[in-house]
C-alpha cells in the first residue's frame, strides 16, 4: 500500500537549472496538490489538481508548472530554479468527498 | 476566507505533563479541522479530524481535540506526554462543501518533552 509517493528526496540544483518532482499515488484520488513548507510559515499551497487534465493554482504559483495527464501521476516543473524555490515539497491527494488529505514524504530541494 | 492560528510556535512539556496544543479557525461555512503531526524529515500524518457530529474527537497515540464552534477553537490535548510526542503540529482547515478546496495550514507548533 504505497500512498503518495515522491522522488526524488532530496535534490540540490543550481540557480536557472530546471527540474521536475514526481508525484503519484495510487488510491485513485481526485484531488492532488502540491505544498511547499518553510520554516514559521506552515504549508503554502503552489498548485492543485481537481481531476486529470484541469489545474489551477494555489497562494503561490509563481516559478512552477504542473500538468495532470492521469489520476495517478502530478508532477511538479520549476522551469528556471532559483534560490527562493529551496524548501520541503509535499505532495497530497485527497478522494472525491473526502475530507483529509494524504501526503507523500517530501521532497527537500536546495537550489544554490 | 478561511485562516488558521495557531498559538505558539514551540511549546515545551516536561515528561508526563498534559500537552495542549491551540488552534483557532476563522471559516465562514462549516469546517473539516485537522490536525497533523510531523516527524522528523517525515511527511505529514493525520492524527485526527472533526468532520460533524461528536464535537470531543479522539485520534492516534492518546491525542484527542475538542471542536467549540463558539470559541472557533480546536485545541489539541494529552493527559501525559511521551518522549516520542516531539515533533511538529499543524492544524488545518478545509470547507464542507467541497473536498476540491484547498485545505488551509497553521504555521505549525513544535512541541518539546523535557525528560
Known amino acids: 500500500n504505497a500512498g503518495v509517493t515522491q522522488t526524488p528526496k532530496f535534490q540540490v540544483l543550481k540557480t536557472g537549472q530546471s527540474m521536475t518532482l514526481q508525484c503519484a499515488q495510487d488510491?485513485?484520488?481526485?484531488?492532488m496538490s502540491w505544498y511547499r513548507q518553510d520554516p514559521g510559515m506552515g504549508l503554502r499551497l503552489i498548485h492543485y489538481?481537481?481531476?486529470?487534465?484541469?489545474?489551477d493554482q494555489g497562494e503561490v504559483p509563481n516559478g512552477y508548472n504542473v500538468s495532470r495527464s492521469t489520476t495517478e501521476d502530478f508532477p511538479l516543473r520549476l522551469l528556471s530554479a532559483a534560490p527562493s524555490q529551496t524548501s520541503v515539497y509535499f505532495c497530497a491527494s485527497r478522494r472525491e468527498g473526502g475530507a483529509e488529505a494524504f501526503f507523500g514524504q517530501g521532497t527537500r530541494l536546495t537550489v544554490v | 476566507a478561511q485562516s488558521v492560528t495557531q498559538l505558539g510556535s514551540h511549546v515545551s512539556v516536561s515528561e508526563g505533563a498534559l500537552v495542549l496544543l491551540r488552534c483557532n479557525y476563522s471559516s465562514s461555512v462549516p469546517p473539516y479541522l485537522f490536525w497533523y503531526v510531523q516527524y522528523p524529515n517525515q511527511g505529514l500524518q493525520l492524527l485526527l479530524k472533526y468532520t460533524t457530529g461528536a464535537t470531543l474527537v479522539k485520534g492516534i497515540n492518546g491525542f484527542e481535540a475538542e471542536f467549540k464552534k463558539s470559541e472557533t477553537s480546536f485545541h489539541l490535548t494529552k493527559p501525559s506526554a511521551h518522549m516520542s510526542d516531539a515533533a511538529e503540529y499543524f492544524c488545518?482547515?478545509?470547507?464542507?462543501?467541497?473536498?476540491?478546496?484547498?485545505?488551509?495550514f497553521g504555521s505549525g507548533t513544535r512541541l518539546s518533552i523535557r525528560p
Open positions: 488545518a482547515v478545509s470547507p464542507t462543501y467541497s473536498s476540491a478546496s484547498k485545505i488551509i
Open positions: 488510491m485513485n484520488h481526485e484531488y
Open positions: 489538481s481537481v481531476g486529470a487534465g484541469i489545474t
